[in-house]
C-alpha cells in the first residue's frame, strides 16, 4: 500500500504565507487533481496508471486526500504510482496552474485561485450561472468544461464514452484514456495558445479565458458580452 506524503496539513492565509510554508521544493510542472464535492461521481479523471505516466514525465502530481474515496481507484493506489498529497484546495490552487475536478468548482475554491491558473472541470451548461462566470472573470482564470467538447456528430464527449463503456471501470479507463493528452498538453505547456494549437480539441471547451467569456452559447443564454477564444488568443487583425 502507497505512503501518503502529506506536504502539510493546515490551510493558510495568504498565498505568500503557503508558499514560505512548503516543507517539499514544487517542481517546476505541476498539476493538481481536487476531491470532487459530490457523493458518488463517476470518475476521478485520471487513473492511477495515468499519474504515473505524468510523473514519469517529472510532473509534480498533488491530490487532494479523499479524492480516490469515490471512483474505482483509492488513493493509496494513487500514491503508489507517485502522486502526492494534501488535505486542503487552497494547497492546490497555490502549487499548481493546473487544477482538475470532475465536478463544478466551488464559489470558495474559485476565490482562492490566482490569476491565469487553469480549472478544467465537468459542469453541464445548465449549472453556468451569471454569477459564476463573473467569479471566474474577476479571478482572470481560463476555465475549461469537458460537457462542452463534441465529436463530430455533436454528441458530448462524456455521452460518447459512457455508451461505449461496460462498466463504471471501463468509463473511468477510457475517460482517463481521452483527458491524458490534453492534461498532458496543459500541464506542459508554456501558454494557453501553446496548449490549444497542440491540443485543438481544447478550443470547444475553453469557456472563460482571462477575464473573458469566450463560450458564445454560454453568452447567448445568459446574455453576457463574449469574445472567441481565438481572437482572446491571436491577433486576427
Request: hydrophobic content about 40%; proline content about 5%.
Amino acid at each position: 500500500m502507497g505512503q501518503y506524503i502529506i506536504l502539510h496539513d493546515m490551510p493558510h492565509a495568504d498565498t505568500q504565507t503557503w508558499e514560505a510554508a512548503l516543507d517539499t521544493p514544487v517542481r517546476k510542472l505541476s498539476l493538481s487533481l481536487a476531491k470532487p464535492e459530490t457523493a458518488d461521481p463517476e470518475s476521478g479523471f485520471l487513473t492511477p496508471t495515468a499519474v504515473r505516466n505524468l510523473v514519469d514525465q517529472q510532473l509534480q502530481v498533488v491530490i487532494q486526500h479523499g479524492f480516490g474515496n469515490h471512483n474505482p481507484f483509492t488513493d493509496s493506489d494513487y500514491a503508489d504510482m507517485g502522486a502526492e498529497f494534501t488535505q486542503h484546495f487552497a494547497d492546490l490552487a497555490m502549487m499548481s496552474l493546473l487544477v482538475i475536478k470532475f465536478d463544478a468548482f466551488t464559489f470558495d475554491q474559485i476565490a482562492l485561485c490566482k490569476e491565469k491558473q487553469i480549472l478544467f472541470s465537468v459542469l453541464p451548461p445548465e449549472n453556468i450561472t451569471k454569477e459564476y462566470i463573473q467569479a471566474l472573470n474577476e479571478r482572470k482564470v481560463t476555465a475549461i468544461c469537458l460537457d462542452f467538447i463534441k465529436n463530430d456528430s455533436g454528441t458530448t464527449v462524456m455521452e460518447q464514452l459512457r455508451k461505449e463503456s461496460l462498466s463504471d471501470a471501463g468509463f473511468e479507463i477510457t475517460l482517463s484514456n481521452f483527458m491524458f493528452p490534453l492534461v498532458e498538453t496543459l500541464a506542459h505547456a508554456p501558454s494557453i495558445p501553446y496548449a490549444l494549437q497542440h491540443a485543438p480539441e481544447l478550443l470547444q471547451g475553453v469557456f472563460c479565458h482571462a477575464g473573458t467569456l469566450c463560450h458564445q452559447q454560454t453568452a447567448e443564454t445568459l446574455h453576457l458580452p463574449w469574445q472567441d477564444i481565438l481572437s482572446l488568443c491571436w491577433n486576427l487583425n
